[in-house]
């Protein structure tokens, strides 16, 4: 069973940066393009980045591109996320899945991460 497991959120000053992470184990992810997805409160949970199984397309939600920037290390099972430029509009839980165009392909989920942008 997989399991996805997210880290690197927390509370960060308008314009400021974070760097969120996201370690797999049960399935290797090499063959999967894998992504992030948030959810703010009381809003349904959206997708924001996606890279390709090599690590050489990104493909963004309008409202980070320019800001975020996705990678991934499949030696390691992982995926990242650098987020620059902070907004509070960013304040969410960020959570990782593989990704089929922009829709979550494992049908678990990580506990998330917190992050909290303040103005």
């Given at each position: 069973q997989v399991q996805l497991v997210?880290?690197?959120?927390?509370?960060?000053q308008a314009g400021g940066s974070l760097r969120l992470s996201c370690s797999v184990s049960?399935?290797?992810i090499r063959t999967f393009s894998m992504g992030w997805y948030r959810q703010a409160p009381g809003k349904e949970r959206e997708f924001?980045?996606?890279?390709?199984?090599?690590?050489?397309?990104?493909?963004?939600?309008?409202?980070?591109?320019?800001?975020?920037?996705i990678s991934r290390d499949n030696a390691e099972n992982t995926v990242?996320?650098?987020?620059?430029?902070?907004?509070?509009?960013?304040?969410?839980?960020?959570y990782c899945n593989a990704v089929t165009g922009t829709r979550?392909?494992?049908?678990?989920?990580?506990?998330?991460?917190q992050v909290t942008v303040s103005s």
């Open positions: 997210e880290s690197g959120g927390g509370l960060v049960g399935r290797n924001v980045a996606v890279v390709s199984s090599s690590g050489v397309s990104t493909n963004y939600a309008d409202s980070v591109n320019g800001r975020f920037t990242s996320l650098q987020m620059n430029s902070l907004k509070p509009e960013d304040t969410a839980i960020y979550p392909l494992f049908g678990s989920w990580g506990q998330g991460t």
